[in-house]
């Protein structure tokens, strides 16, 4: 029997989902492992350090870490139709930079007005509009990878404000939208997953057993030099002194708290949103009230 390709994906995330349908969409069986982002597997973290979703692992051992890659291996030649290329790149540069911006914008510091950020994509939205009121799908009558690649970014800015959406001149844009959605492809792709935990981990969770030691996951050099700038620039110089509170601002892994989208700005000294509507508090107010509760030294239990 052949061991299928693994699968490390998070439900709502676009480029994960674009993945997962283009699999399905090719027949090809996986396994599914469900990961939380602000509680990454060690597994996933070891082949792929970056910490971010999707990640095909093949039977051979090659990791695709990019959802077109992951898209190209598994689409049939006749998916690769007309300018597909040119409408990813749109969409994974000007259209997903101006959506964030949109839908978060206080991840960023150069955002002023959410909406002119909205009417950015909207002017996207409008090329699309032309575009699909010519044929079906972007590329013809028959669905084809540009379709795929799209759709779920242009759900999410949907669904940032479902009524302005609905309520604009895109009838084509809004039916090509609803088609896909309602699709087998598209639901199929959606059932709800409970975490994936490895064999190990449940072992370690129901059994008791001597304590281990455990490797880190390797950290991205780029997020270790963030958080040392932040206490460098951001904590020290404004009072934080407790070795404490240093030592744990210097090694806890904020961005890991966070959207992979965020972790450019993990580190900056503003608040940010997490799941569920919530936000993270900015790294001095954490430092601040960390260093008036009076923790005990680095090391006492």
């Known amino acids: 029997m052949t061991t299928p390709p693994i699968l490390y994906t998070f439900r709502r995330c676009p480029y994960a989902i674009r993945a997962r349908m283009a699999l399905k969409h090719a027949g090809i069986e996986y396994e599914h492992r469900e990961v939380i982002l602000r509680d990454r597997p060690p597994e996933m973290m070891a082949i792929s350090p970056k910490g971010t979703v999707p990640v095909l692992q093949l039977p051979n051992g090659e990791v695709l870490e990019e959802s077109m890659d992951i898209m190209l291996w598994c689409s049939p030649g006749e998916w690769l139709e007309g300018d597909w290329q040119e409408l990813v790149e749109v969409n994974d540069g000007k259209f997903k930079d101006n959506l964030d911006r949109y839908k978060y914008p206080n991840r960023f510091d150069d955002v002023e007005n959410p909406e002119a950020h909205r009417d950015e994509v909207l002017e996207i939205l409008n ?22 690649a799209l759709a779920p970014f242009v759900r999410q800015f949907a669904n940032t404000d479902r009524a302005w959406f609905d309520g604009q001149a895109l009838p084509n844009v809004q039916h090509w939208l609803e088609g896909i959605l309602a699709s087998e492809l598209f639901t199929g792709c959606m059932v709800k997953h409970e975490k994936w935990q490895s064999l190990t981990t449940l072992s370690e969770t129901t059994t008791p057993t001597e304590p281990t030691t455990h490797a880190e996951p390797t950290e991205a050099p780029e997020m270790t030099k963030a958080r040392q700038e932040m206490v460098d620039q951001q904590l020290i110089p404004r009072g934080i002194s407790d070795p404490g509170v240093i030592h744990a601002m210097s090694t806890t892994p904020r961005h890991l708290f966070l959207t992979p989208e965020a972790w450019p700005v993990a580190y900056r000294d503003h608040p940010l949103a997490i799941e569920s509507g919530q936000t993270i508090s900015q790294p001095f107010i954490v430092a601040m009230m960390s260093e008036l509760l009076a923790p005990l030294p680095v090391g006492a239990r």
């Not at 090329?127 to 795929?148: K, N």
């Open 127 to 148: 090329r699309y509009e032309q575009r699909l009121g010519e044929s079906r799908y972007f590329c013809g009558d028959e669905l084809s990878l540009a379709d795929v």
